[in-house]
Nanobody, 124 residues
């Protein structure tokens, strides 16, 4: 079992910044890819970013490229999502998830454990 707990969400004005954290416990995530997804009301959960097990490879959705950055600290078993230049359309519940061994991509089916999510609201 893997437990994932997101934190760092909140209310921010457009153009502002937030840093989300995803702390893992239970079985190690050190050798697993990790990802961030988001879901706004009435929409499908969508891919945001993913990072390889060693942090050397990342993939980011075009809609957030250059503004949102995924990183990880395996010693702390924590994955981060640095969010800059936020827009109202970034408002959603953000979820972290554990991917497969090594690398994972954009599909939800590639991820097996999910956190409960943290709300991000960007006001205009």
């Amino acid at each position: 079992q893997v437990q994932l707990v997101e934190s760092g969400g909140g209310l921010v004005q457009a153009g502002g910044s937030l840093r989300l954290s995803c702390a893992a416990s239970g079985r190690t995530i050190t050798l697993s890819a990790m990802g961030w997804f988001r879901q706004a009301p009435g929409t499908e959960r969508e891919f945001v970013a993913a990072i390889s097990w060693d942090g050397r490879s990342t993939v980011t959705a075009d809609s957030v490229k250059g503004r949102l950055t995924i990183t990880r600290d395996n010693d702390k078993k924590t994955v981060y999502l640095e969010m800059n230049s936020l827009k109202p359309e970034d408002s959603a519940v953000y979820f972290c998830a554990r991917g497969g061994s090594g690398y994972s991509g954009r599909e939800r089916s590639e991820y097996d454990y999910w956190g409960q999510g943290t709300q991000v609201t960007v006001s205009s």
